[in-house]
Each structure stands twice: as structure tokens, then as C-alpha cells.
């Protein structure tokens, strides 16, 4: 599982009070970029090119089903059996990211929030960009913006997932085969 926290929810009143995690339903990603802007598309398209990267690299059959990561996100991020997952809730932040739940790996976006919600406890910042709590499964990455994470720094995080050991033993079916790898040598 994949679970991605920010600072911001969609601008949108069905997404204000929202207070738990509900899969969206397929065709709302291109609503929601519809009827917000272009903020919104780049965070969605930013988070799918990221799990397609992943998916590549860990060569996972459910995201390799689609062609392009346009494809991906338009069939499967963030649906039901996506193993993807994106938080909006501040207060529940630091419950999620203290429950270790081996078999999820938590991507917090934006340094500032990071900063913010985590004070850093725990966190190996690697450079400005990114931070790890490998115990936690917590990655700190640039916000999800084209300028941002660019393709670059989306393999920088790709490898940085794929670096994560499981403590429990469960991986997460997103990154089993390469971590099997990883522990192998």
C-alpha cells in the first residue's frame, strides 16, 4: 500500500470533511481536474507517473496492465484495489504514521508540511529533497508538481521505496518482487 499524506484537499465541498479514506470512483480523477484546474491534474498525474515508475521497476502485473501511466491513472489510481491511497486529514497524520504497518509504505509531500506535521523526529534527511524513516516506512519527497518532482527525482523516489525493508516480513504486493531482490543480496 502506497499512502500518500499533503497539506491541501481538492476544492471541491464533497472533499472538505472528508475524514476517511474512500476509493474514488473511476472517471472522478478527470472531474475533479476538470472542475479545479490544473493544480489538481498535475498532482494526479504526478502521483500516477510515480506508481507506474514503481510498477516498472518492480515489474507488479497490475500496474503492467496498462500501457502508459495515463492509462494508469485513468483505470486505477487511487481505486478500490489500487493499493493507493491519498490523506488529507492533518489530525490524523501522526496516528497513521506512528502505526507500523509494515506493509505500507507512507510518502509525505512537501518538505514545509513534512517540517510541520513530523518535526523532522526520526526522519534521515538524504539531501533538500528527500527524508527517510526506514523503520516507519516514511519517505519525505517534493510535492507532487512537475517542477517539483520532476522525472528525475520520481526514479530518486522509486528508489527509495524500493529500498525499504519489510520489518514484518508482509510486503506490499506493489513492491514484493524487487524487494525480494533487495533482501537476496
Same mark, same amino acid.
Given at each position: ?6 497539506? @491541501?484537499?481538492? *476544492?471541491?465541498?464533497?472533499?472538505? &470533511? ?7 470512483? =473511476? ?54 484495489? #489500487?493499493?493507493?491511497?491519498?490523506? =488529507? ?8 504514521? #506512528? @502505526? ?19 518535526? @523532522? ?11 527517510? &524513516? ?7 519527497? *517534493? ?15 522509486? #528508489? ?16 514484493? *518482487?524487487?524487494? &525480494? ?5
Amino acid at each position: 500500500m502506497i499512502k500518500v499524506f499533503m497539506a @491541501n484537499r481538492p *476544492p471541491l465541498a464533497e472533499y472538505q &470533511n472528508v475524514a476517511e479514506i474512500c476509493a474514488l470512483s =473511476f472517471g472522478e480523477i478527470a472531474r475533479v481536474a476538470a472542475e479545479t484546474g490544473n493544480h489538481w491534474r498535475k498532482v494526479f498525474n504526478v502521483y500516477a507517473k510515480f506508481i507506474y515508475s514503481l510498477g516498472l521497476a518492480a515489474d507488479n502485473h497490475d500496474v503492467l496492465l496498462y500501457k502508459t501511466w495515463q492509462q494508469y491513472r485513468d483505470n486505477k489510481l487511487l481505486q478500490a484495489d #489500487s493499493q493507493t491511497q491519498l490523506h =488529507f486529514d492533518h489530525q490524523g497524520l501522526s496516528r497513521v504514521l #506512528s @502505526n507500523t504497518d509494515g506493509r505500507a509504505v507512507r510518502i509525505v509531500m512537501g518538505k514545509a508540511f513534512a517540517e510541520r506535521v513530523l518535526n @523532522n523526529s526520526q526522519l534521515t534527511w538524504l539531501d533538500t529533497h528527500f527524508a527517510i &524513516n526506514a523503520e516507519l516506512g516514511i519517505i519525505v519527497c *517534493p510535492y507532487f508538481d512537475y517542477r517539483q518532482l520532476s522525472n528525475a527525482r520520481i526514479e530518486v523516489l522509486v #528508489s527509495l521505496v524500493m529500498s525499504l525493508k519489510d520489518v514484518d516480513a508482509g510486503v506490499d504486493p506493489i513492491i514484493n *518482487p524487487i524487494m &525480494n531482490t533487495i533482501e537476496n543480496d
